[in-house]
């Protein structure tokens, strides 16, 4: 099936299925719907980023720090977030995302219900070519440092500030 075609949840400002829609309609009109982010670290704790495709509909040749999608029609988010894993990281059997937080990302454009996840992805990756153009595994450091100079994908970089930020949150609570 062409992704475009695929049927995604609409949905409103408290993320209430309102409609459905086709994905590529979605896009196009600019349609509320459900997308999850997930963090994958390899066993050093490093992140998985990639450039995307030059293929993709929404921010071909983008880098991201952060594998995921759209969640389909009917899908829950955690299931969406452990298919779109196990699909970009190209890793079958994967072990369930951690849901961490969710917010509402809003642009000229675009605008979907973001769930972010993380995950530790113990097994060699090899990743889905139709999403993939170019992966690696970074530190902390390393992507801080490349944050100012590559072209990020706008959503998973304020993913990435919230999370962050949640990070923070989470080291300064009482055990």
């Known amino acids: 099936m062409n992704p475009a075609d695929e049927i995604l949840d609409v949905v409103d400002e408290n993320d209430e299925v309102v409609g459905q829609a086709p994905r590529g309609e979605a896009t196009v009109r600019g349609l509320r719907h459900r997308c999850v982010f997930v963090e994958a670290r390899d066993p050093e704790g490093r992140i998985f980023v990639h450039r995307r495709t030059p293929t993709k509909q929404v921010f071909p040749s983008h880098y991201d720090m952060f594998v995921g999608g759209v969640v389909g029609a009917g899908e829950t988010c955690d299931d969406a977030a452990l298919r779109e894993a196990e699909e970009e990281l190209g890793v079958p059997g994967l072990p369930r995302p951690e849901r961490l937080f969710t917010f509402l990302y809003e642009s000229a454009e ?22 993939v153009a170019w992966h690696t595994f970074l530190t902390d450091a390393e992507l801080e440092r490349r944050l100012p100079d ?26």
């Open 110 to 131: 675009h605008t979907w219900w973001s769930y972010v996840y993380r995950l530790r992805c113990e097994l060699p990756v090899r990743p889905q070519a139709e999403e």
């Open 150 to 175: 590559w072209t990020w994908v706008p959503d998973g970089l304020e993913a990435y500030h919230r999370l962050t930020a949640f990070r923070a949150g989470e080291a300064g609570s009482p055990a």
